[in-house]
Every structure is written in structure tokens, then in C-alpha cells.
């Protein structure tokens, strides 16, 4: 196929899929299920953190692990400025109240009274006052981040990391400190901040989208290589022309303006702003994301944070209470869930022996286990209940680690998820012609070879046109 | 006036005296090598002259400009490039990515126009493609076709230095700084690079400076031979006439102690033996 050709099918593949996402949320908008539309809010506000951490640790190469103060002063911001005059009456009546007149005050409601805007300022239109408060509060959040770049131009590696993580703490102690605390309410924080924009599929995917489009074109310009190059070899970019400190500083600027998007959907999602949803965790679950989906990767960071999501938002039935013989199955089924996908592996991987064993003990163990289980469930011992509390976070941390030892990379690694890749186009291959003549060019005597089985397959084939012909 | 003049530097790095009031002088249009004994200094040299490091005294100027305490970026931009010794390629990227990327500090688009891809920076995209292309054409057929979009992992040594040197080329750059060009290379492509820093003159109209310690390479294609010892410029000129400077072989092969033939015979002889 022509390269033209090419670009017009990846095009219309690119609509097809937009399309069929769209689809996809109608049905998900339509089974009417609060928890999972929810779940999936929450996918596309953790991706757009997430894939926005990815340009920093991925692209660029620079470990930070400030986000969540990022995404704090974006949350925040949206939050003071949406928030209903009737949330805004309770906290001035309330006696905790830290903040004053003049903070309470700043609301865009006001603003746009005060413009003469009045048709701006009804209760149908809080849309528009949300896009205004999330940009101010993104744009707010890419200041800092502006300001957070600065040391990195000087570190490099841990102690930048060290420094970052400092920073992101820093944010979010502010916040709580006496000189903040009008704008942030303190400990108490916000509560009744408009959640249905959070909550909202069509929101969360609009801005997920957005970020998307901006990432993976930012990563596929100039300026994407120039980062890359950043990553690859530091001193080699500096040597070939690329401005460090601006392009560092670019990065996390970028960055840090999505991430307080993120944060304003996320107190939206939450319907509170409070200090104690802004931990450092956040930033902990992004990073998972990022090093399970494939450092680097857009496509992979959004696969790296639907596993985070979803094992968050439908753990719960692993942290309830089970006797122990259901345990015990369970147990067993892993153990030889486990050998299966051994032995699938050691078979793709041509490792011999087939049948180590490690992978004996394992199917004994699974096997021992569920007898136990099966035929021994009236046993008093068996019987009795126990629960494990955070059962989650292990199952993660289980799934982090089988990953990093597979695929050390993530999921994708360093690749995109790209039609030509689905179609296994790969430019990066001879066609046979390039072939020859790569082999004429290593060893001109290898060419020999390759014309006589040139020769040899063109006479095949005028002996088979002849056959034909008879 | 010559392209590039070096004004008494020096440069120590604490109590290791690196380079000791080097003068040098680079013209339009030549060739010229820097050789000395491993540790002589020359690195460093390209190291000043690329703005990694600051000369503690003197004067580096290119062109009639100064650009002593630039950085790196700052110099290339000046139309100074160099490659590097021991390999410094981008290796997750593409050849093409690779020599995309030291095109980048000539885009004027803002990295707004760039992710909205504006008819402008598409433009600018093309052009950096086409000179990416023509670079990479320098080396003959090897880097092209299917390779341009093989990451440089893959690539054997002899295509990687090639890939440096494009990507050196890309940079705009008037005056080229090749270090050691064909380390770990076999002879005959060692020939075949001799031949392309001819035509990289010639044709691309650079201007080069190079290390080398291969002695055929430099003698072919030199105009002028620096030599350094002990960061000091021991001897320059012709390629013949630098080889016979007596102090140039004493600072390549010792100096000849009273009575010492007899030994020195000796040695020459038993590495005929074991040779």
C-alpha cells in the first residue's frame, strides 16, 4: 500500500475508533450503573494525571514524584471557584471557618456579575464557569510547575526525585498552614463542590481525550524528540543543540497544566476538597500506572491505569470475609492458574525443560490445597471466617511484580499502540529487494546465493505459466 | 582571518595540568588533525571547544566572535558540532529520530504550533526530513531505506559512528569536531571514512578537526597536523614533517637512553617473533 493510502486508512480507522468509544460510553451511559460509570470517571481523570506524569518520567526522562501537589493546587483552585453561594453561606456561618470575606468572595459567579454577564452567571451555564475555573486552576498548577523545573536543571536523577517529592509535600502543607488556610478552609476544606462534571463521563473523556491528543502529538514533533533525546543521552542533546533548561522546564510545565485539570475533576469526582485526598499515593498509583502500562508509552499508561483503576474500584469484594476453606480454593486455583500460564510461557520461550521442579511443587501445593478445601470443609478450623484488609493493594503489588519481572519495560514499553502495528506493517524491515541489496552491500558473495535462487524461482515460474498454457 | 582561533588557553582540573597555553588555528576549508599519546589532552581540547568545559584562561573565538562561557547548545548553534569518542547516540530512537533531533534548535515554531500542526511547522518538518535525508546520504545506501527506521540498538558499530557523523552534519554546523571517526573500525572501512571526510569537505564544504591515532587516515587527509603531549602543542604542520620532529617521536616512543640500542634491538626483535 501507498504511504498515502495509508494515512487516509489510519484516518478513517482514527474516526471509526473515536466512534466506537463513543459507543461504548452510550452503553455504559445507558446500563445506568453508578458505580461503574464512576469507575470509569475515575479511569479517565487518573489517566489524564497519569499520562501528564508520563511526559516527565516517561518522555523526558526525570523522575518526579510531585503530582499530587500539582494536581492540589488545580483541585483546589476549581473547587474555591465553583463552589454554590449555598456551600459558600454554611462555611461563613460556620464557627471552624478559617477563611474570610474576601476569600469567599472569589468565585467567577461573581466575576461575571460583576462584567454585566448576568446570563453567564444563572445556574445553566455552571459548565462554562467550570472550563473557566479548571484552565485558571491549570494554569495556576503550570506555574508551579514552572517553578518546580527550575532544579531540575541542576539534579539529575534521586535527588531531583528527592526534590520533587519535597516539593509536591510542600504544596500540600501550605495549603494547611495559617497563611493559606482562607483560601484552602484549612483541614476542613471544601465540601459541596459540583460533582456532576467529575462524575460525568462525557466531561472526564473530553478532557482525557484532549490531554491524549496533546501528548502523543507533543511526542511525535520535534519537541517530543527533542525530550526523548533528553532521556536517551542528556549530554549528547546538549551537544546536538537542545536547549536543556527550556526544554526541561517545558516539560514539567506541560505536565503540571494537565495534572491541575486532573486535580479540578478530581475534587469534582469526589465532590469535597480536602488535604487528605491529595497524598502522596496519588502520585504513588500514577507512578504504577506509568511503569506497568510502558515508560514512555501513551497507549500503555492508559492500560497501566485502567489495571489500577479498576482493581481499586471493584476490589471490594476480595477485602470481605471468607472461611477459610474458600480461601484454601481459591488458594489452590492460583496456585495452578499460576503453572498453566509457567508452562504457557516456558513453551512460547522455548525454555527446556518444559516441566521444571518449581512447577511440580506448585501444582502439588494447588492440588493439596483444594482437597483440603473440598473434602475438608466441615472441619471445625475450616469453618471459621478471616478477612484481609487490604487485599487490594497486595493484589497490585502482586500484579507490579509479575509484570516487572515479564516485561521489565511495562506492557508496552517504549512502543505506541499504532494501526500500522496492528496491520504488522514495520518499516523498520527490508522488503526483499532491500534485502539483496543490504546483502550485496555486508558481502557481495552472498548475493550470488540469492540470484540463484532469483533465477531458480523465475524459471518455476515461466515453467508454470507454460504448464498453464498447455 | 581563520574560522576558529584558540588564544592561550588552560585548563587544569585540579592539580592535573590538562592543557597548557594552547594555541590553535582553524581555516575555512581544512582538514586538521590532532594526535598525541593517550592522555595528551585532545579530548579536553574538544571538550573546551565545545563549551562542556571553560577554559580557565583565554580565549576561544569562531568566526571573530568569542564564545568562551557559552554552553554547549549556545555553541552549536554557533555552527560548532562534534561526535563523541565513545558513542553518545540517542539508542532507543530511530537513525532517523537520531538525526532529526540536532535540527530541532533551528525550528522556530512555538511547541503550540507544533502539536496543533500548523501548515508552517509541517513545512519545517519536511525541510528537516529532506536535509535529514540528504546527511544520511553522505554514507552511500547503508543508512537509508528500511534503516532510517530501525532504532540505533540494532545498528553494527561501523553504522553507528556513520550515524554520529550525519548526525554531527544535521546540526548546521560550519566546523565539524570528529573524535577518533573510525575507532573500531576494520581497515577497509576505515578506508571508506577516509573517504567520506574527504568528500564531507570537498562537498559539504565542512570545515573538520580531528583526533585520530590511526596514522594512515591521518596522512592521507590532513593538511595540517597538530600534535599534543602533556596538553602541550609539541609540534604542527605537514603530516611528513610533524612524523620526523624528533620530539615527536620522543613523546611517542621514549627517548633513547645512552647505550640503549643494543635492548632497543632486542625488542623490535622479539615483537617480530611473537607478531
Redesign the interface.
Known amino acids: 500500500m501507498l504511504d498515502t493510502q495509508k494515512r487516509h486508512r489510519n484516518t478513517i480507522l482514527n474516526f471509526a475508533a473515536i466512534g466506537v468509544l463513543i459507543v461504548f460510553l452510550l452503553i455504559i451511559d445507558g446500563i445506568g450503573s453508578v458505580k461503574l460509570e464512576q469507575a470509569f470517571a475515575l479511569f479517565a481523570i487518573w489517566g489524564i494525571a497519569a499520562v501528564s506524569l508520563n511526559l516527565i518520567n516517561g518522555t523526558t526522562g526525570i523522575l518526579s514524584l510531585g503530582h499530587h501537589g500539582f494536581m492540589l493546587i488545580g483541585g483546589y483552585i476549581t473547587a474555591l471557584l465553583i463552589l454554590s453561594s449555598e456551600s459558600r453561606a454554611r462555611i461563613a456561618n460556620s464557627a471552624r471557618s478559617q477563611m474570610n470575606e474576601f476569600t469567599l468572595g472569589l468565585s467567577i459567579k461573581n466575576w461575571f456579575e460583576a462584567l454585566g454577564l448576568n446570563a453567564l452567571a444563572t445556574d445553566d451555564t455552571l459548565w462554562l464557569r467550570f472550563i473557566v475555573a479548571i484552565v485558571i486552576g491549570g494554569i495556576i498548577s503550570m506555574i508551579f510547575g514552572l517553578i518546580v523545573g527550575i532544579p531540575s536543571l541542576r539534579l539529575r536523577g534521586d535527588y531531583l526525585a528527592i526534590v520533587t517529592f519535597g516539593f509536591g509535600e510542600i504544596i500540600r502543607l501550605l495549603a494547611s498552614t495559617r497563611l493559606f488556610a482562607p483560601f484552602t478552609n484549612g483541614s476542613l476544606g471544601f465540601s459541596g463542590v459540583p460533582s456532576e462534571f467529575g462524575k460525568s463521563l462525557w466531561w472526564t473523556f473530553g478532557f482525557l481525550a484532549i490531554t491524549v491528543f496533546?501528548m502523543a502529538?507533543?511526542k511525535y514533533?520535534?519537541?517530543g524528540?527533542?525530550l526523548?533525546?533528553i532521556r536517551?543521552?542528556e549530554?549528547?542533546?546538549?551537544?546536538?543543540?537542545?536547549?536543556?533548561a527550556y526544554h526541561k522546564v517545558?516539560a514539567f510545565a506541560?505536565s503540571a497544566f494537565f495534572a491541575g485539570i486532573a486535580g479540578g475533576l478530581w475534587v469534582s469526582w469526589l465532590a469535597t476538597a480536602r488535604l487528605d485526598v491529595f497524598l502522596f499515593t496519588l502520585t504513588f498509583f500514577f507512578l504504577v500506572a506509568v511503569s506497568v502500562g510502558g515508560t514512555g508509552s501513551v497507549t500503555g499508561v492508559l492500560i497501566g491505569t485502567a489495571l489500577v483503576v479498576f482493581v481499586r474500584q471493584y476490589g471490594d469484594p476480595l477485602e470481605e470475609s471468607y472461611t477459610l476453606w474458600q480461601w484454601l480454593l481459591a488458594g489452590g486455583v492460583l496456585l495452578l492458574a499460576a503453572a498453566v500460564a509457567t508452562l504457557i510461557y516456558r513453551n512460547i520461550r522455548r525454555l527446556r525443560p518444559r516441566l521444571n521442579a518449581s512447577i511440580y511443587i506448585v501444582v502439588g501445593l494447588g492440588i493439596i490445597a483444594l482437597l483440603i478445601g473440598l473434602f475438608a470443609a466441615s472441619g471445625g478450623q475450616l469453618q471459621s471466617e478471616y478477612r484481609a484488609f487490604g487485599m487490594r493493594a497486595i493484589i497490585l503489588s502482586a500484579l507490579l511484580v509479575i509484570i516487572m519481572i515479564f516485561k521489565p519495560d511495562g506492557i508496552l514499553g517504549?512502543a505506541e499502540f499504532n494501526w500500522a502495528w496492528l496491520f504488522r506493517e514495520?518499516?523498520?524491515?527490508?522488503?526483499d529487494e532491500?534485502r539483496a541489496?543490504d546483502a550485496w552491500?555486508t558481502g557481495p558473495e552472498l548475493s550470488k546465493r540469492l540470484e540463484a535462487a532469483e533465477t531458480r524461482e523465475a524459471s518455476a515460474e515461466t515453467a508454470g505459466e507454460s504448464s498453464e498454457a498447455n | 582571518m581563520a574560522m576558529l582561533e584558540i588564544d592561550d588557553i588552560n585548563k587544569s582540573f585540579g592539580g592535573l595540568q590538562a592543557i597548557t597555553d594552547l594555541n590553535l588555528k582553524v581555516n575555512e576549508g581544512e582538514i586538521v588533525s590532532v594526535i598525541g599519546p593517550n592522555g595528551a589532552g585532545k579530548t579536553t581540547l574538544f571538550n573546551l571547544i565545545?563549551g562542556?568545559y571553560k577554559p580557565d584562561v583565554g580565549d576561544i573565538r569562531f568566526e571573530g566572535n568569542s564564545i568562551t562561557g557559552l554552553?554547549?547548545?549556545q555553541i552549536?548553534?554557533r555552527g560548532i558540532?562534534?561526535t563523541?569518542q565513545n558513542l553518545?547516540?540517542?539508542?532507543?530512537?530511530?537513525v532517523l529520530?537520531n538525526v532529526?533531533?540536532?535540527?530541532?534548535?533551528?525550528?522556530k515554531?512555538t511547541?503550540f504550533s507544533?502539536?496543533?500542526?500548523t501548515p508552517g511547522?509541517l513545512r519545517?518538518?519536511q525541510q528537516?526530513r529532506e536535509q535529514a535525508l540528504e546527511k544520511l546520504s553522505f554514507f552511500?545506501?547503508?543508512l537509508m531505506?528500511?534503516?532510517?527506521?530501525?532504532?540505533v540498538y540494532v545498528l553494527s558499530y561501523a553504522n553507528r559512528r556513520r550515524t554520529e557523523m550525519a548526525?554531527?552534519m544535521a546540526?548546521g554546523a560550519k566546523l565539524l569536531l570528529l573524535d577518533e571517526p573510525s575507532a573500531g573500525m576494520n581497515p577497509k572501512e576505515t578506508a571508506e571514512i577516509t573517504q567520506i571526510i574527504k568528500r564531507m569537505r570537498d562537498e559539504g564544504g565542512y570545515t573538520i578537526l580531528l583526533v585520530e591515532h590511526k596514522m594512515n587516515l591521518v596522512s592521507e587527509i590532513s593538511d595540517r597536523v597538530v600534535v599534543l603531549d602533556y596538553g602541550q602543542k609539541i609540534a604542527e604542520g605537514d603530516y611528513q614533517d610533524v612524523v620526523n620532529d624528533p620530539k615527536v617521536i620522543e613523546a611517542y616512543l621514549g627517548k633513547k637512553a645512552e647505550g640503549d640500542e643494543a635492548q632497543n634491538d632486542q625488542l623490535t626483535e622479539g615483537d617480530g617473533r611473537t607478531s
Open positions: 496533546v502529538k507533543l514533533s520535534s519537541y524528540r527533542a526523548q533525546g536517551e543521552d549530554i549528547a542533546a546538549e551537544a546536538m543543540g537542545v536547549n536543556l517545558l506541560i517504549q514495520r518499516k523498520d524491515q527490508p522488503t532491500e541489496q552491500l | 565545545t562542556v554552553k554547549p547548545d552549536v548553534d558540532a562534534r563523541f553518545r547516540l540517542f539508542t532507543n530512537l530511530t529520530e532529526l533531533i540536532p535540527q530541532h534548535h533551528k525550528l515554531s511547541w507544533a502539536v496543533f500542526r511547522y519545517r518538518e528537516m552511500g545506501p547503508r531505506s528500511f534503516r532510517l527506521y530501525q532504532p548526525r554531527a546540526t
